[in-house]
């Protein structure tokens, strides 16, 4: 149960209370994915008033307030359009006017398709204290240690990324039971992210080449089974829509 | 802690708790149009607009909300007309969801509104694909969105300062039977990239009208709904926006086993927590067997339930009542409460429920048989029905086709919640105001588990917020009663969503197994059905439903020639418990389980037979002029006697599905089939026909009075239920029509069982029907006593001067009209009769059963596109042609057929619940549990055959359940006519299909 809230002004005095030791003290964005009905008492430092919610484009970085909701992302102008399909796969239109950038990706379990998309645009996190910059994928290996005490501010995007983004699911708004997501840069880097299982979304390949990636993505979910789709399913599944994700940046 | 919260331009300045959210203190406030539905974000119906933007207030503290401008329903508008003060009256947005049949039972309305509103204010002229996503997020179980689609475009337009063209209110246009179908257009083939929005919407259905339907004033046209001025209000209407004061709250706590005997409990320290008033177990409660099952009596059923045991059968079901002052204490009480349980081995598998040494679920003393029902052996009931001769049907056959389907539990999903007030009113009489579709049942079946005489109790049904069957069981009542007994306050009891799924009731699972005999022409010789249905751990619904399986889909089909008169038909069921929730009543109630397999059977059989699909069903098919064989048979355990189907516009509703859909250039054209450019995708078409009944005859009955009010308006007073579907709407139409005055002279009350006469309730497809043929005697007793006053009113005027007889006179336009021309006003007869002479209350009361039960017919049709490579199927258009008899209102007819088909479709593609190894649901939140949204729909498409019904005053059959039946097996044999494999079980998920390609594949490469 939330026993504590709290709506600071500054960043310093948000970290002063994300850092107490009793109770937890957790960020709070819109506020979605929050369980209100937590067993432990806990406490929520709401980030509305930290001046988060500001989306900039520097050069081909796009720079997303933590506090940015979903429904301001899609409605940025340069946005790569498989991007925004994701977001909407991710949140229908009341959640995405609620829910945040930041608290979406930190929540984001394997079946979220705005965090595999993200993933593999190589999402870059900022968090404080300690001005320091992770990805999104190193974020989520150990999202345990990264969160407590800190407090996501910013998510940066390169807008240079070319994003294909497909999935499986029972019905076109149903959770994915399998989702891609496919990034390409002018480079040549390629980055293809899994999603519809696990605890959180797969990274599959980060490298250069389309070779070998129907096959990658096929054994990252060669044990993807769980109570919704069998692993020989999702892996079949998974190579054919990394290769349909490839075909569709291609053309 | 303080906050400040500015709610429609009004500032409030109150404590909340850290956790409050906003949809509670919004409630709090007395702003009821925010409803509770999930409590996780994700069903919408809490939406508020904050800084103008729609949010679900369920999923925001209220102290979160402080600092901005908050906005709910109540600041968009109000009625028109209150008196002397001028109003603004509705915004257009609730004037087009109003007029457009968008609201149905209105949980979710002031969401989608709201939702609109922001989408209008920032898009005055959004596309369709627009509106649908702006109603993304508020989930609607009962219109199928293509109505509140449709009611915001209209709204936009209003706004836009357009001309709104009225919706087709016009007369009927008369249409000789049969007709031929109209040509189809040059339609395009749009390729459609999965999840984008193509729906193209039309209010009101196409209406195919026989020259034996008589025209009307008010039956037939598509009045707005009677509720729906309040609804769009968000007005406090439902069970949980009564306001009591010294309210107390209830929580229950449920079992983590599936199967246990509880050893010990003790509730010393939950009792011992300031702020709880009651803790209840088994031991402080009476042990009163009974059925919870919503249904006439005698109850068809056993008698295995009740309201605590020291026993638990299911994960989820009851172990202890609690009452708190707050819901956040009675939680921390159900904490606090200690059980000892000794687990016992569960049966978690139907098919293993009768095996000799299985675990007994029943093994209480108390327990009454119905009919063969046998708790040693875990069997509810079990069924036998020989029509005919199937063996000799099958040793005259050329061809024996058999086949094995199963069907999952699925859930009703209704939004609003389970709900329940209970309190003593001042002559300690107990009332209960409850979401249900049974108040009379509620009533009866209560009495004694809760020690009371009938008389001692009161039943209210408000604005109930969906029901589709859940709500035909007294499921909840008996906890919030027992509380106020316990306390003697009043108590609410509000069922969470997670314990909506693992603790209501839901449709029953079955696995059947189909034997049919086929002559070489595609004649049927004989048809077998072998159903296993698993009613988990009590029997409420266990006999009817699966009864019902057999009653409607082993009888659409007859057979032909010799056959068609003396048909060969067997109907076998065992209806098991398990260790699983109870399934229950759910729209279709067992008919959508027959369907499945049934019209896949048939679908393999014609193919093979290298048989029309169409007309190899046609061929078989039940005709009018013939008796429903089931009627000679079968009829719940009560004495069957024989019904001959007097009409039946099946071939009609084929021939216009038919050309709806584009059949004729679609089935068998393998250039329609390929998606050009898309090679891995294959499109298919498939149809089902479906039956079902009309009530159930010698037993359903229902009441209604009418009393006539100094102004010549009437109030007309039923038991029927309306829960969402528009029943008090056709009610009032035909009490209209018979009364010759506008739908807004009848203010119809439903129901409440001190003033309202009985009815049986809102089940098996009745109301419009049963109830309304009660209406018509009532409202016709009524008409009499005006005709006889006014003969002799303008009798005495005339002096003398020809004799006007009652019969004569003509009840039209709100006045009675003689045969010379003269007239006299309704009120000028009211007030005659009220108290100038003679005086007397006009009033009527009648009530009405049926000696038969006509079945409404479809066709039903399902246009897919199928990814081989990896089994996802996408559903593109559904089409439905119904013969439900004469429409009464096309609005809400329609808005029936829509709704029904889009939970159709869940149950084809997407709706399942399933259970782990320790019977702990998979489902425990609409999340999990996916029901289609706005922006995700097919296409959708109804047309009426209408019929004239003879035995109904006005020609009516039944609307309701219908759309429930064939949407299913259409797309299951549209994905057979896409890719050529077949899925037996539904839903038809990704993985099946591509197993089963899989498996064809193999096949070819062996071949």
């Known amino acids: 149960m939330i026993v504590e809230y709290h709506r600071p002004r500054t960043l310093a005095e948000a970290i002063e209370l994300l850092q107490r030791k009793q109770p937890r003290t957790y960020p709070l964005g819109g506020g979605t994915a929050i369980n209100f009905k937590t067993e432990e008492p806990i406490a929520v430092v709401d980030v509305q008033a930290l001046g988060?919610?500001?989306?900039?484009?520097?050069?081909?970085?796009?720079?997303?307030?933590?506090?940015?909701?979903?429904?301001?992302?899609?409605?940025?102008?340069?946005?790569?359009?498989?991007?925004?399909?994701?977001?909407?796969?991710?949140?229908?239109?009341?959640?995405?006017?609620?829910?945040?950038?930041?608290?979406?990706?930190?929540?984001?379990?394997?079946?979220?398709?705005?965090?595999?998309?993200?993933?593999?645009?190589?999402?870059?996190?900022?968090?404080?204290?300690?001005?320091?910059?992770?990805?999104?994928?190193?974020?989520?290996?150990?999202?345990?240690?990264?969160?407590?005490?800190?407090?996501?501010?910013?998510?940066?995007?390169?807008?240079?990324?070319?994003?294909?983004?497909?999935?499986?699911?029972?019905?076109?708004?149903?959770?994915?039971?399998?989702?891609?997501?496919?990034?390409?840069?002018?480079?040549?880097?390629?980055?293809?992210?899994?999603?519809?299982?696990?605890?959180?979304?797969?990274?599959?390949?980060?490298?250069?080449?389309?070779?070998?990636?129907?096959?990658?993505?096929?054994?990252?979910?060669?044990?993807?089974?769980?109570?919704?789709?069998?692993?020989?399913y999702r892996s079949h599944v998974a190579g054919v829509l990394a290769q349909r994700c490839w075909q569709d940046l291609g053309e | 802690?303080?906050?400040?919260?500015?709610?429609?331009?009004?500032?409030?300045?109150?404590?909340?708790?850290?956790?409050?959210?906003?949809?509670?203190?919004?409630?709090?406030?007395?702003?009821?149009?925010?409803?509770?539905?999930?409590?996780?974000?994700?069903?919408?119906?809490?939406?508020?607009?904050?800084?103008?933007?729609?949010?679900?207030?369920?999923?925001?503290?209220?102290?979160?909300a402080e600092g901005h401008v908050l906005e709910t329903i109540e600041a968009l508008g109000e009625h028109p007309e209150r008196g002397w003060k001028q109003t603004e009256g509705l915004h257009p947005l609730q004037q087009a969801f109003i007029e457009s049949g968008a609201i149905q039972c209105g949980y979710c309305t002031p969401a989608q509104i709201l939702a609109a509103y922001h989408l209008l204010e920032h898009n005055p002229?959004?596309?369709?694909?627009?509106?649908?996503?702006?109603?993304?997020?508020?989930?609607?179980?009962?219109?199928?969105?293509?109505?509140?689609?449709?009611?915001?475009?209209?709204?936009?337009?209003?706004?836009?300062?357009?001309?709104?063209?009225?919706?087709?209110?016009?007369?009927?246009?008369?249409?000789?039977?049969?007709?031929?179908?109209?040509?189809?257009?040059?339609?395009?083939?749009?390729?459609?990239?999965?999840?984008?929005?193509?729906?193209?919407?039309?209010?009101?259905?196409?209406?195919?009208?026989?020259?034996?339907?008589?025209?009307?004033?008010?039956?037939?046209?598509?009045e707005k709904k009677v509720d729906a001025i309040k609804l769009a209000q968000g007005k406090p209407a439902f069970t949980a926006d009564f306001e009591m004061r010294g309210l107390l709250y209830a929580k229950v706590l449920r079992s983590p086993y599936a199967h246990a005997r509880i050893k010990r409990i003790d509730t010393s320290r939950a009792k011992a927590l300031p702020g709880v008033a009651a803790v209840l177990t088994w031991q402080d409660l009476p042990r009163v067997v009974y059925c919870t099952g919503g249904q006439s009596d005698p109850i068809p059923g056993p008698l295995d339930t009740f309201s605590l045991d020291n026993k638990v059968r299911f994960v989820g079901d009851r172990v202890a009542f609690v009452a708190a002052e707050t819901p956040e204490i009675a939680e921390e009480a159900l904490k606090l409460i200690e059980v000892e349980y000794e687990p016992l081995p569960a049966v978690l598998d139907p098919g293993?429920?009768?095996?000799?040494?299985?675990?007994?679920?029943?093994?209480?003393?108390?327990?009454?048989?119905?009919?063969?029902?046998?708790?040693?052996?875990?069997?509810?009931?079990?069924?036998?029905?020989?029509?005919?001769?199937?063996?000799?049907?099958?040793?005259?056959?050329?061809?024996?086709?058999?086949?094995?389907?199963?069907?999952?539990?699925?859930?009703?999903?209704?939004?609003?919640?389970?709900?329940?007030?209970?309190?003593?009113?001042?002559?300690?009489?107990?009332?209960?105001?409850?979401?249900?579709?049974?108040?009379?049942?509620?009533?009866?079946?209560?009495?004694?588990?809760?020690?009371?005489?009938?008389?001692?109790?009161?039943?209210?049904?408000?604005?109930?917020?969906?029901?589709?069957?859940?709500?035909?069981?007294?499921?909840?009542?008996?906890?919030?009663a027992h509380l106020t007994i316990a306390t003697g306050r009043p108590v609410l009891y509000e069922m969470t969503r997670e314990e909506e799924f693992i603790a209501a009731r839901s449709r029953h699972p079955m696995r059947l197994h189909l034997k049919t005999g086929v002559k070489k022409d595609g004649t049927i010789t004989a048809n077998a059905m072998y159903v296993l249905s698993d009613t988990g751990a009590y029997g409420s619904h266990a006999q009817t439903v699966a009864g019902n399986t057999g009653h409607k889909s082993m009888a659409i089909y007859v057979g032909d020639g010799e056959y068609r008169k003396n048909p060969n038909i067997r109907f076998y069921a065992d209806i098991v418990y398990t260790n699983r929730p109870p399934a229950g009543a759910y729209r279709g109630y067992g008919a959508p389980q027959g369907f499945w397999a049934v019209e896949r059977h048939m679908e393999k059989i014609a193919r093979a037979l290298n048989l029309d699909p169409l007309e190899f069903r046609l061929k078989n098919a039940l005709r009018a002029g013939e008796i429903q064989p089931f009627s000679i048979a079968w009829s719940e355990g009560r004495e069957p006697r024989p019904e001959i189907i007097h009409t039946c516009g099946l071939e009609e509703c084929v021939r216009q599905g038919k050309a709806a859909i584009g059949w004729d250039q679609k089935y068998g054209n393998p250039e329609w089939h390929r998606v050009p450019g898309k090679p891995h995708l294959r499109r298919g078409i498939g149809a089902a026909l479906v039956m079902h009944g009309t009530a159930i005859p010698f037993l359903d009955m229902g009441g209604a009075s009418i009393k006539m009010n100094d102004d010549g308006s009437f109030n007309l007073l039923v038991g029927a239920t309306d829960l969402g579907t528009?029943?008090?709407?056709?009610?009032?139409?035909?009490?209209?029509?018979?009364?010759?005055?506008?739908?807004?002279?009848?203010?119809?009350?439903?129901?409440?069982?001190?003033?309202?006469?009985?009815?049986?309730?809102?089940?098996?497809?009745?109301?419009?029907?049963?109830?309304?043929?009660?209406?018509?005697?009532?409202?016709?007793?009524?008409?009499?006593?005006?005709?006889?006053?006014?003969?002799?009113?303008l009798n005495q005027q005339a002096d003398g001067k020809g004799e006007i007889s009652p019969d004569s006179l003509v009840l039209r336009e709100g006045r009675v009209f003689a045969p010379d021309g003269r007239s006299l006003t309704l009120r000028e007869i009211a007030l005659n009769a009220l108290h100038h002479e003679?005086?007397?209350?006009?009033?009527?009361?009648?009530?009405?059963?049926?000696?038969?039960?006509?079945?409404?017919?479809?066709?039903?049709?399902?246009?897919?596109?199928?990814?081989?490579?990896?089994?996802?199927?996408?559903?593109?258009?559904?089409?439905?042609?119904?013969?439900?008899?004469?429409?009464?209102?096309?609005?809400?007819?329609?808005?029936?057929?829509?709704?029904?088909?889009?939970?159709?479709?869940?149950?084809?593609?997407?709706?399942?619940?399933?259970?782990?190894?320790?019977?702990?649901?998979?489902?425990?939140?609409?999340?999990?549990?996916?029901?289609?949204?706005?922006?995700?729909?097919?296409?959708l498409e109804t047309i009426f055959v209408e019929t004239f019904e003879p035995s109904h005053p006005f020609g009516v059959k039944a609307v309701a359940e219908i759309p429930m039946d064939g949407v299913a097996p259409a797309v299951g044999n549209a994905v057979l006519d896409a890719c050529g494999v077949n899925i037996d079980s539904n839903p038809i998920t990704p993985e099946k299909v591509w197993r089963a390609l899989q498996a064809q594949t193999q096949r070819r490469q062996n071949e």
């Open chain 1, 52 to 232: 988060l919610d500001t989306l900039e484009q520097q050069g081909q970085l796009l720079q997303i307030g933590a506090a940015v909701t979903l429904q301001q992302l899609i409605e940025f102008p340069g946005l790569p359009s498989a991007l925004g399909d994701a977001v909407r796969h991710q949140a229908t239109y009341n959640l995405r006017h609620q829910a945040t950038v930041a608290g979406t990706l930190a929540s984001a379990d394997g079946r979220s398709p705005f965090g595999v998309a993200m993933l593999a645009l190589d999402a870059q996190l900022k968090l404080i204290p300690g001005e320091r910059t992770v990805s999104y994928g190193d974020f989520l290996a150990l999202r345990e240690e990264f969160l407590p005490g800190h407090l996501i501010t910013m998510v940066t995007l390169s807008l240079q990324a070319k994003l294909s983004y497909e999935y499986v699911a029972r019905s076109p708004a149903d959770l994915p039971i399998v989702c891609a997501a496919l990034a390409r840069w002018p480079s040549g880097r390629l980055r293809l992210a899994l999603g519809g299982w696990g605890k959180t979304p797969t990274l599959v390949l980060d490298g250069q080449g389309q070779e070998g990636l129907r096959l990658a993505a096929q054994s990252a979910f060669s044990n993807a089974a769980d109570e919704w789709a069998s692993a020989e």
């Open chain 2, 1 to 64: 802690m303080e906050i400040s919260l500015l709610i429609n331009h009004q500032k409030h300045t109150l404590k909340v708790s850290p956790h409050e959210t906003l949809l509670n203190v919004l409630r709090r406030l007395g702003y009821y149009g925010a409803k509770f539905g999930c409590d996780t974000g994700e069903c919408g119906v809490c939406t508020v607009l904050v800084d103008g933007k729609p949010m679900n207030s369920c999923r925001i503290l209220a102290a979160q």
């Open chain 2, 125 to 222: 002229n959004p596309t369709e694909a627009g509106v649908r996503d702006a109603l993304s997020g508020v989930l609607c179980r009962c219109t199928g969105y293509l109505k509140p689609v449709e009611a915001v475009l209209r709204a936009s337009a209003m706004l836009r300062g357009e001309a709104v063209p009225p919706l087709a209110f016009g007369d009927r246009e008369l249409i000789s039977l049969p007709l031929a179908p109209e040509p189809p257009g040059e339609e395009e083939v749009p390729d459609f990239p999965s999840g984008e929005v193509r729906t193209k919407t039309r209010i009101l259905p196409k209406v195919i009208f026989s020259p034996q339907v008589p025209s009307h004033l008010r039956v037939g046209k598509p």
């Open chain 2, 352 to 480: 293993e429920a009768m095996a000799p040494g299985a675990p007994c679920i029943h093994d209480e003393p108390e327990y009454v048989n119905f009919g063969e029902s046998d708790p040693t052996r875990n069997i509810a009931a079990r069924i036998r029905v020989d029509i005919g001769d199937v063996e000799k049907g099958f040793a005259e056959a050329d061809y024996i086709f058999e086949g094995d389907y199963e069907v999952p539990k699925v859930h009703q999903a209704y939004l609003e919640p389970h709900v329940v007030l209970t309190y003593w009113d001042e002559d300690d009489r107990l009332v209960i105001r409850t979401s249900t579709q049974v108040p009379f049942h509620v009533r009866r079946i209560l009495a004694p588990v809760l020690g009371l005489p009938v008389k001692r109790i009161r039943v209210i049904k408000p604005r109930i917020g969906g029901g589709f069957g859940g709500k035909q069981e007294v499921l909840i009542e008996d906890v919030a």
């Open chain 2, 726 to 793: 528009g029943s008090d709407t056709v009610l009032a139409q035909m009490a209209a029509e018979v009364l010759g005055v506008e739908l807004e002279d009848i203010i119809v009350y439903s129901s409440d069982t001190d003033f309202t006469p009985f009815d049986k309730g809102a089940y098996a497809s009745s109301t419009t029907y049963i109830s309304g043929a009660a209406v018509v005697k009532a409202a016709q007793q009524v008409a009499e006593r005006i005709r006889i006053r006014a003969a002799r009113m």
């Open chain 2, 838 to 939: 003679d005086q007397e209350q006009i009033m009527g009361v009648a009530s009405y059963y049926s000696p038969v039960s006509p079945p409404p017919f479809a066709a039903q049709f399902a246009e897919v596109t199928v990814d081989t490579e990896t089994g996802q199927v996408t559903v593109d258009k559904l089409v439905m042609a119904v013969d439900s008899g004469v429409i009464v209102n096309p609005l809400t007819a329609s808005g029936q057929v829509e709704g029904g088909m889009t939970q159709a479709l869940g149950y084809a593609v997407c709706e399942e619940m399933r259970y782990d190894a320790q019977g702990r649901a998979r489902e425990r939140d609409l999340r999990n549990y996916h029901i289609f949204q706005a922006h995700e729909m097919p296409e």
